[in-house]
C-alpha cells in the first residue's frame, strides 16, 4: 500500500513539475504541443475503439461461422441418422475435426451415452466422462439436437478451440495495426505542421503587442503594431495604437513644456551668474568674508541649476530630432587631451591619478568635436565622481577593424549592479543611489542619456561594461576619416570653442 501512495506522490510531483515548465514555455510552443497532444489522444482512443470494434466484429463472424458448420454438420448427420449410417456419420465427423479450429466433435444419444467421438477412446463411454476429461481443453462448444421424426435422436456437439479464436484476433489486430500506427504518425505530423502554422498565425498579434511594448519601455513613443485581424486581438492592437498615440502626445506636450520653462531660466540664471562674477571680482567694491561665501554659493548652485537645465534643453532636442550636428573629420587626440587638462587639477584635489591613453598616431574620426568633447566630458566627470581617493581613471582610444575609432573612460569606483546595467542609458535613472548619497553626489540621470542620444545620432555605438567593486568602463565608437576626408580643414577645441586649423 506505501509503495503505491509514493508512486502516486511521485506521479503528482512530475505532473506539477511539468506544469511549473510548461509556464515558461511561449504561446505559440503550448498551442502547438497542445494540438499535438490532443492528436496523440484522440488517435489513442480511436486506435482502442477501432480495436474494440473489429474484436467484436471478428468474434461475431466467428460464431457465426461456428453456428454455419454446426448446422451443416446437424444436417449430414440428421440424414445420416435417419438412414441409420453409422459409417457416413463417423466420415462427416472426421471431415469436420479437419477444419481449421475444430477441435472435436461427437454425437450423444438421449440417454447420455456417447455413439460417435472423433477420439475413438471416448466411444460408447457416458457423457459426464467426457466432460469430466474435457476440461482441461480450452475450447467453446455448440450442440444441436437431432431429431427422428417427432422424437430426439440425440444431441450433436463441436468444440471449437479456443487458441485458434485468440490466434485470429491477434492476426486481424496485427492487420489493422500497422495501417493504423502510420495513419497516426502521418495524422501527428500533419497535425504539428499544422499547429506550427496555426500557432503562428495566432500568436502573431500577440507578438507585435509585446515588441511593441518593449519599444515603449525603452522610450519609442512611434512605434504602431500592425492590425493583422478584426477579432478580439485586432480590436487589442487599435486600442494599443491609440494609447501610443496619446502617449506621444502627452510626451511632446512635457517636452514642449520643460524646453519652454528651461530656455526661460536660462536667461535669469546667466545673469545672476554673471553679476556674482561681477561682485566676487571686487569692481563694485570689497566684501567680507562673509558676503564672498554667500556669493560664491548662490554663484556654485546657479551653475549646478545652469548645467541641469542645459542637459533638459540638450535632451528635448535629442529625443525630438531637433539636435544640430556639425559632423566633420577632427582630431580626436586634441579633443581628449582639453577633457583631460579640464578635469586634472579636480583629479590632484581628489587624490585620484587621471591617466591618459591615447596614441599619437590615431586616424582622424568624423563626428562633431564639440559634442564628443561633451560626451568624454560627462563620462570623465561621472568617473570622477564615483572614484575614490586613491583611485584611477583612464581615457583612452584605440583604432579598431571596421575603419572605426573606440574611445573609453575607465575608472576603479564601486562598479554597476549586473541588474542595473541594461538600465545605464534610461533617462532620469540613476545607478547607485546610496553611493551618491555617501559621496553627496547630485545629478539629473541625463548625462549617459544625452551620450547615448550624441553618439548614435552621429552613427555611433556607445555600451559599458562594469564589475561590482571593481570599476566600471564606457566605451563608445566614431568611424575613422577615410585619406581623402584629412585634406579637410580640421576643427580643433581651444579653451572650450571650436577654431580650425589648415
Known amino acids: 500500500m506505501e509503495d503505491w501512495k509514493g508512486k502516486i506522490r511521485w506521479i503528482i ?3 506539477q513539475s511539468f506544469r511549473e515548465k510548461s509556464k515558461s514555455l511561449k504561446i505559440r510552443t503550448q498551442l502547438t504541443l497542445s494540438l499535438v497532444l490532443v492528436m496523440v489522444g484522440s488517435a489513442l482512443v480511436s486506435f482502442l475503439i477501432a480495436g474494440y470494434v473489429t474484436r467484436s466484429i471478428v468474434l461475431n463472424q466467428i460464431k457465426q461461422r461456428q453456428i ?63 466432460q469430466a476429461s474435457k476440461e482441461a481443453l480450452e475450447t467453446i462448444e455448440l450442440k444441436r439436437k437431432i431429431k427422428l421424426g417427432n422424437s430426439e435422436s440425440g444431441t450433436l456437439r463441436i468444440g471449437f478451440a479456443q487458441t485458434y479464436v485468440n490466434r485470429t484476433l491477434r492476426q486481424v489486430w496485427l492487420d489493422l ?20 502554422g496555426l500557432a503562428v498565425y495566432m500568436t502573431r498579434p500577440i507578438q507585435y503587442l509585446v515588441k511593441g511594448s518593449q519599444e515603449i519601455s525603452q522610450g519609442n513613443l512611434s512605434v504602431e503594431v500592425p492590425v493583422v485581424s478584426y477579432n478580439e ?17 502627452v510626451d511632446e506636450r ?39 561665501k554667500a556669493i560664491e554659493i548662490i554663484r556654485n548652485q546657479c551653475r549646478h541649476l545652469n548645467n541641469m537645465v542645459n542637459n533638459i534643453l540638450d535632451m528635448a532636442k535629442i529625443q525630438s530630432g531637433r539636435m544640430e550636428y556639425v559632423s566633420q573629420p577632427f582630431n580626436l587626440k586634441g579633443v581628449a587631451e582639453e577633457v583631460h587638462s579640464l578635469f586634472d587639477y579636480n583629479a590632484f584635489q581628489k587624490k585620484i591619478s587621471l591617466g591618459f591613453a591615447v596614441s599619437a598616431d590615431l586616424p582622424l574620426v568624423v563626428g562633431d568635436a564639440e559634442k564628443i568633447q561633451q560626451v568624454i566630458i560627462n563620462l570623465v566627470s561621472n568617473a570622477l565622481k564615483f572614484t575614490k581617493s586613491g583611485g584611477y581613471v583612464l581615457i583612452g582610444a584605440k583604432e579598431m577593424e571596421g575603419g572605426v575609432v573606440q574611445i573609453f573612460v575607465k575608472d576603479t569606483g564601486p562598479g554597476i549592479p549586473p541588474q542595473e546595467l541594461p538600465r545605464v542609458f534610461e533617462r532620469f535613472h540613476q545607478i547607485n543611489l546610496k553611493e551618491q548619497k555617501a559621496l553627496k553626489i547630485r545629478g539629473t540621470g541625463l548625462g549617459l542619456a544625452i551620450c547615448k542620444g550624441i553618439v548614435e545620432g552621429l552613427g555611433g555605438k556607445i555600451w559599458v561594461e562594469s564589475k561590482q567593486n571593481y570599476g566600471t568602463t564606457f566605451y563608445f565608437t566614431l568611424s575613422a576619416a577615410k585619406k581623402s576626408q584629412e585634406e579637410i580643414t580640421l576643427p580643433v577645441m581651444v579653451g572650450g570653442e571650436r577654431t580650425h586649423e589648415s
Open 13 to 15: 510531483h512530475k505532473i
Open 177 to 196: 495495426f500497422y495501417p493504423i500506427l502510420w495513419l497516426t504518425i502521418w495524422g501527428i505530423v500533419i497535425i504539428f505542421y499544422f499547429g506550427a
Open 68 to 130: 454455419s458448420q454446426l448446422q451443416i454438420l446437424a444436417s449430414f448427420s440428421g440424414q445420416a441418422v435417419v438412414l441409420r449410417n453409422k459409417q457416413a456419420l463417423e466420415s462427416y465427423l472426421r471431415f469436420f475435426i479437419e477444419i481449421p479450429g475444430v477441435s472435436y466433435a461427437y454425437f450423444v444419444n438421449k440417454d447420455g451415452k456417447i455413439l460417435l467421438h472423433t477420439n475413438s477412446q471416448y466411444v460408447n463411454r457416458s457423457l459426464k466422462t467426457w
Open 254 to 292: 512635457k517636452a514642449e513644456f520643460i524646453s519652454i520653462v528651461s530656455h526661460d531660466l536660462r536667461s535669469p540664471l546667466g545673469a545672476i551668474i554673471a553679476y556674482s562674477d561681477y561682485l566676487l571680482s571686487g569692481e563694485a567694491g570689497v566684501l567680507q568674508p562673509k558676503q564672498v
Open 233 to 249: 486581438l485586432g480590436d487589442l492592437a487599435r486600442q494599443f495604437n491609440s494609447m501610443v498615440r496619446k502617449l506621444k502626445e
